[in-house]
């Protein structure tokens, strides 16, 4: 027999009790199931035996296991599985989906499992597949209320959160990733939610996933299996399913910082055997720890999410189901843009020479302007959070986001197959109001995105019954991707006096209509700003083929292969305009790349140009009676000529000064689209050595499509990115099955790698057209990056009512041919060059060490209760937070444990729980550049009640 074959059909302890073929729930759950029987003697089912009782039917379960003498028979029960989750039914190891979510469902068991997983679309022994996989549970995160997508990513080595806003926010494994986002670009990491793809990381920044059955990381280039491919690996995360057996709970928590977070699920037949339907509802409500000392109200970062899912199981025949689900987050608002504390800009850059600080906030604060304002200093105010870890600003707000989503799922057991057809919708809304940090009114919006994203997916998958010499899926899957975002930026009042260098502030801040000038040079005025373009109208199509076959060539020996095709058609159309002319349309230039606006022609000092239109003239002179009061009389062009040089000096800086703030402008501009193949495969070979130990080496090649984009209006093409990843793994059961140890060498090479590099800037060279080529910074290729290094997973329980989950990797993640990064800040010095050559440095963003330690304690007290602990450690060493590798960006290593403590009744009817997180109030800043820092997220403590109806 086939090693492959023998999936192990382990029945839940609830439905071993009591005789019940088992409901159908998740592989994920599974996972878990196969954990707590092989490697936990303290945990309980759900009416409460006692330990002994238990250990004992754990033990026995343990020999049965370990001796592998679960027969494949039809009449042994089935591993337990969610009903019709995705690519599951027609397994021969499930009953049908119309049987399974008519069957009670066991209690979900709380550890890593070792026994079956999803990661490869099928049931499968987590020790028997060849990838480097890790699982999470639903009640581990729930019990330490681990419900965003940072917190899960705490839980899991060599897997990282990157600390941005909600659209700037990613996901990276093995220390890659950690630059790719951008509109138009697609993610690194793949994240799927029940069966759907979340083509957009945004998607999942500003979501709580509640009612979570469990999570599962693989690393590595996917997509043979099914969904969109992804480059380094997915997420998969998979929530609680309808069953026709009623059941109800709640949580409800409080805390500091006037947090309040209730989550509530709850589901059961609709029509017995026909419609079942589960929904859940949450609701997190919370300020932050930093205060806006302008407006207490707002707070960093505070939490405001509303959101809500309901779900619908038809089972009409025994060889047909469809579950349908439903999600929305209303629009809410989180500020996390602005959780930034300003230092002192270093007045030495790294060769040593004198920094001017000409642009520093100490030098602009520092104008008669802004010292008006005794009661607010630079270095009172400004630097270090003014003592008290406080921001001060007028006119940040918190960044809206919201979405909604829809899906069908249906399954049709056709015998010797499975049909899987996933329909699926999602939308997603951003919209940035940002402040440069002053209480002054410099900016009404700094720079901020409005975003509107949808997707809509289709996916077809056809999987074979197991247990033959080859064991197959191959399918289908459609994208289609629209995405509009507009960044906005609009100057106010302060503006000219912050921004004006210091020749156009000494000579505007002369007399009142040079202060006139000052303040209306860019007072009102609105852009869709250049960052990378103004306006993107963005619209992608994917369309894929895969197949995947495991070949059981011996009981022992089993080859996986599997191929992908997929076809990309990616457009982008990019403009860069005014909205608004603001107070003072009579400064605008004429025209800035052929976008006429309106002004009149005048050089350096004022002088009017020839050339000028009678309409220019009377502009000219419109401009001389508003600011200095000249009488229009006479020619057109008279009123203004008649100024003196002084003047006319004075409005030259004023439209200098309005000039250089609007940049680069550009008509809609059609990028350069992105068309063609992008294979995708898979070869893994795997041996299981003997009944406790499996090796396997697996190549995993996967590409990411390119992206049409614009940069300051010229369209610049992005190649695609290609990743080649080897692996060699051991999974393994020790010390009479107490240990599960799973460790995996990895090599994960990257052509073509997409993140910001410095590009030449066809724009501003041919503008100032003097033989010298200028550069910018744009999304573009790293021609080689490696990753490689050691990960290991396991579970131990040999400790007496303890089980401890451990997960560890060393990651040696760097580039290895990089000549054109951007100049980190400390190399602005004159003379430095537009870029550098970082060949052979580590990435940002990646630690090379990083472990992950959870300890579960339970044990039975006070008769029908139960007391139990949990806590969660997650250490990080030393990495660069900087994109360009500044030295001054170095974030040191840390670690950040929570805490659970608590009691409740053994039947889970209710239980009263402390949560701490970050215990030991770790103060490790987020992220550092070379004058300013963000700080960690401080200790917080709350009370959680929740149970069982």
């Known amino acids: 027999m086939s090693h492959h074959h023998q999936t192990v059909r382990t029945p839940?302890?609830?439905?071993?009790?009591?005789?019940?073929?088992?409901?159908?729930?998740?592989?994920?759950?599974?996972?878990?199931?196969?954990?707590?029987?092989?490697?936990?003697?303290?945990?309980?089912?759900?009416?409460?035996?006692?330990?002994?009782?238990?250990?004992?039917?754990?033990?026995?379960?343990?020999?049965?296991?370990?001796?592998?003498?679960?027969?494949?028979?039809?009449?042994?029960?089935?591993?337990?599985?969610?009903?019709?989750?995705?690519?599951?039914?027609?397994?021969?190891?499930?009953?049908?989906?119309?049987?399974?979510?008519?069957?009670?469902?066991?209690?979900?068991?709380?550890?890593?499992?070792?026994?079956?997983?999803?990661?490869?679309?099928?049931?499968?022994?987590?020790?028997?597949?060849?990838?480097?996989?890790?699982?999470?549970?639903?009640?581990?995160?729930?019990?330490?209320?681990?419900?965003?997508?940072?917190?899960?990513?705490?839980?899991?080595?060599?897997?990282?959160?990157?600390?941005?806003?909600?659209?700037?926010?990613?996901?990276?494994?093995?220390?890659?990733?950690?630059?790719?986002?951008?509109?138009?670009?697609?993610?690194?990491?793949?994240?799927?939610?029940?069966?759907?793809?979340?083509?957009?990381?945004?998607?999942?920044?500003?979501?709580?996933?509640?009612?979570?059955?469990?999570?599962?990381?693989?690393?590595?280039?996917?997509?043979?299996?099914?969904?969109?491919?992804?480059?380094?690996?997915?997420?998969?995360?998979?929530?609680?399913?309808?069953?026709?057996?009623?059941?109800?709970?709640y949580s409800l928590s409080f805390g500091q910082n006037d947090t309040v977070q209730g989550r509530f699920s709850a589901g059961g037949p609709i029509i017995d055997d026909l419609l079942a339907w589960r929904g859940t509802l949450s609701v997190s409500k919370g300020a932050g720890d930093i205060t806006n000392l302008y407006n207490k109200n707002i707070t960093y970062t505070n939490k405001d999410r509303v959101s809500g899912r309901v779900q619908f199981l038809l089972t009409p025949t025994k060889d047909f189901s469809a579950r349908f689900a439903f999600d929305a987050q209303p629009r809410g608002g989180e500020t996390t843009n602005g959780r930034t504390i300003n230092t002192a800009t270093p007045t030495t850059?790294?060769?040593?020479?004198?920094?001017?600080?000409?642009?520093?906030?100490?030098?602009?604060?520092?104008?008669?302007?802004?010292?008006?304002?005794?009661?607010?200093?630079?270095?009172?105010?400004?630097?270090?959070?003014?003592?008290?870890?406080?921001?001060?600003?007028?006119?940040?707000?918190?960044?809206?986001?919201?979405?909604?989503?829809?899906?069908?799922?249906?399954?049709?057991?056709?015998?010797?197959?499975?049909?899987?057809?996933?329909?699926?919708?999602?939308?997603?809304?951003?919209?940035?109001?940002?402040?440069?940090?002053?209480?002054?009114?410099?900016?009404?919006?700094?720079?901020?995105?409005?975003?509107?994203?949808?997707?809509?997916?289709?996916?077809?998958?056809?999987?074979?019954?197991?247990?033959?010499?080859?064991?197959?899926?191959?399918?289908?899957?459609?994208?289609?991707?629209?995405?509009?975002?507009?960044?906005?930026?609009?100057?106010?009042?302060?503006?000219?006096?912050?921004?004006?260098?210091?020749?156009?502030?000494?000579?505007?801040?002369?007399?009142?209509?040079?202060?006139?000038?000052l303040q209306n040079s860019l007072d009102g005025l609105n852009m869709s700003f250049n960052s990378p373009a103004g306006l993107q109208k963005i619209r992608n199509k994917s369309a894929a083929a895969f197949a995947q076959a495991d070949w059981h060539l011996s009981d022992d020996f089993t080859l996986t292969t599997g191929l992908r095709y997929t076809y990309e058609n990616r457009k982008?159309?990019?403009?860069?305009?005014?909205?608004?002319?603001?107070?003072?349309?009579?400064?605008?230039?004429?025209?800035?790349?052929?976008?006429?606006?309106?002004?009149?022609?005048?050089?350096?000092?004022?002088?009017?140009?020839?050339?000028?239109?009678?309409?220019?003239?009377?502009?000219?002179?419109?401009?001389?009676?508003?600011?200095?009061?000249?009488?229009?009389?006479?020619?057109?062009?008279?009123?203004?000529?008649?100024?003196?040089?002084?003047?006319?000096?004075?409005?030259?800086?004023?439209?200098?000064?309005?000039?250089?703030?609007?940049?680069?402008?550009?008509?809609?501009?059609?990028?350069?689209?992105?068309k063609g193949g992008l294979p995708a495969l898979v070869i893994s070979p795997s041996y299981k050595i003997n009944d406790n130990v499996t090796g396997y080496a697996s190549w995993q090649y996967g590409e990411k499509a390119g992206i049409s984009q614009v940069t300051n209006g010229v369209s610049n093409l992005v190649k695609a990115e290609k990743t080649s990843a080897f692996e060699f793994g051991l999974k393994s059961a020790l010390l009479d099955n107490k240990l599960i140890l799973n460790a995996a060498l990895f090599v994960m090479d990257i052509k073509d790698y997409q993140q910001a590099v410095r590009v030449l800037d066809v724009y501003t060279t041919g503008l100032n057209n003097d033989g010298t080529n200028y550069y910018t910074s744009a999304t573009g290729n790293v021609p080689k990056v490696r990753a490689q290094g050691l990960e290991i997973d396991g579970v131990y329980s040999g400790l007496p009512n303890t089980l401890v989950r451990f997960s560890g990797a060393y990651?040696?993640?760097?580039?290895?041919?990089?000549?054109?990064?951007?100049?980190?800040?400390?190399?602005?010095?004159?003379?430095?060059?537009?870029?550098?050559?970082?060949?052979?440095?580590?990435?940002?963003?990646?630690?090379?060490?990083s472990l992950n330690v959870g300890i579960d304690y339970r044990i039975p007290v006070l008769g029908n209760r139960e007391f139990h602990a949990s806590t969660n450690t997650l250490y990080s060493s030393k990495y660069n937070s900087d994109n360009a590798l500044s030295d001054y960006g170095w974030i040191p290593s840390k670690s950040i444990t929570d805490i659970a403590i608590g009691i409740g009744s053994r039947n889970q009817s209710y239980d009263l729980s402390l949560v701490v997180k970050n215990a030991f109030n770790d103060n490790t800043p987020l992220l550092k550049t070379w004058n300013s820092f963000t700080p960690a997220v401080p200790r917080w403590v709350g009370i959680t009640l929740s149970g069982k109806l």
Not at 585 to 603: D, M
Request: aromatic fraction near 8%; proline fraction near 4%.
């Open 12 to 249: 839940s302890l609830f439905s071993l009790r009591r005789g019940l073929v088992p409901f159908r729930r998740s592989p994920i759950a599974s996972v878990l199931a196969g954990a707590a029987l092989l490697a936990s003697g303290s945990l309980h089912a759900a009416d409460g035996p006692s330990v002994a009782e238990l250990q004992a039917e754990i033990t026995r379960l343990k020999e049965i296991i370990a001796k592998q003498a679960i027969s494949n028979a039809p009449t042994t029960p089935a591993a337990p599985t969610t009903p019709v989750a995705a690519g599951q039914a027609g397994s021969s190891a499930n009953p049908t989906a119309a049987q399974a979510g008519k069957t009670a469902a066991p209690e979900e068991v709380d550890t890593l499992g070792a026994v079956t997983i999803r990661s490869r679309n099928r049931i499968e022994r987590l020790q028997d597949v060849p990838l480097s996989v890790s699982v999470v549970t639903g009640k581990e995160l729930d019990r330490l209320q681990a419900t965003d997508i940072g917190a899960i990513a705490q839980r899991v080595s060599n897997v990282s959160w990157n600390q941005g806003n909600q659209r700037t926010s990613s996901l990276s494994i093995r220390g890659i990733g950690k630059q790719g986002q951008t509109e138009a670009q697609d993610p690194s990491v793949g994240l799927i939610v029940d069966g759907v793809n979340y083509a957009y990381n945004a998607l999942s920044s500003s979501y709580d996933f509640t009612d979570v059955d469990a999570i599962e990381v693989t690393r590595g280039p996917q997509g043979t299996l099914l969904g969109k491919n992804t480059s380094v690996g997915v997420i998969n995360v998979t929530t609680r399913r309808p069953s026709f057996t009623p059941d109800a709970s």
């Open 349 to 517: 850059y790294a060769n040593g020479s004198a920094n001017t600080l000409s642009t520093d906030a100490s030098v602009r604060l520092g104008r008669r302007w802004f010292t008006q304002q005794s009661n607010y200093t630079y270095l009172r105010d400004y630097l270090n959070g003014g003592g008290q870890n406080a921001v001060n600003n007028d006119y940040q707000r918190p960044l809206v986001t919201g979405s909604n989503g829809a899906s069908a799922e249906l399954n049709w057991n056709l015998g010797t197959h499975t049909l899987t057809s996933i329909t699926a919708y999602k939308d997603y809304h951003f919209n940035a109001v940002n402040d440069e940090g002053t209480p002054f009114d410099i900016y009404r919006n700094s720079g901020g995105f409005w975003n509107d994203y949808r997707q809509s997916s289709q996916e077809l998958r056809l999987t074979s019954q197991p247990g033959g010499k080859v064991d197959y899926q191959t399918g289908l899957f459609f994208l289609d991707v629209t995405n509009s975002a507009d960044y906005r930026r609009q100057w106010a009042n302060d503006a000219g006096a912050w921004f004006a260098n210091a020749s156009q502030y000494s000579t505007l801040d002369k007399d009142g209509a040079g202060r006139y000038l």
């Open 572 to 674: 982008n159309t990019a403009s860069t305009l005014l909205k608004e002319y603001g107070n003072a349309p009579e400064l605008n230039p004429v025209a800035i790349n052929g976008v006429q606006l309106g002004g009149f022609s005048s050089n350096g000092t004022g002088l009017l140009n020839a050339g000028n239109t009678d309409s220019q003239l009377a502009l000219a002179d419109l401009t001389a009676s508003k600011y200095f009061g000249t009488t229009i009389t006479g020619a057109a062009g008279s009123a203004y000529n008649i100024l003196t040089a002084a003047q006319k000096a004075q409005v030259a800086a004023a439209k200098a000064l309005r000039q250089s703030q609007i940049g680069v402008l550009f008509n809609p501009v059609q990028a350069e689209a992105f």
């Open 811 to 849: 990651n040696d993640a760097r580039y290895k041919s990089f000549s054109n990064s951007a100049q980190p800040a400390e190399n602005g010095y004159t003379g430095a060059a537009p870029y550098r050559d970082v060949s052979g440095q580590a990435l940002p963003g990646a630690a090379k060490y």
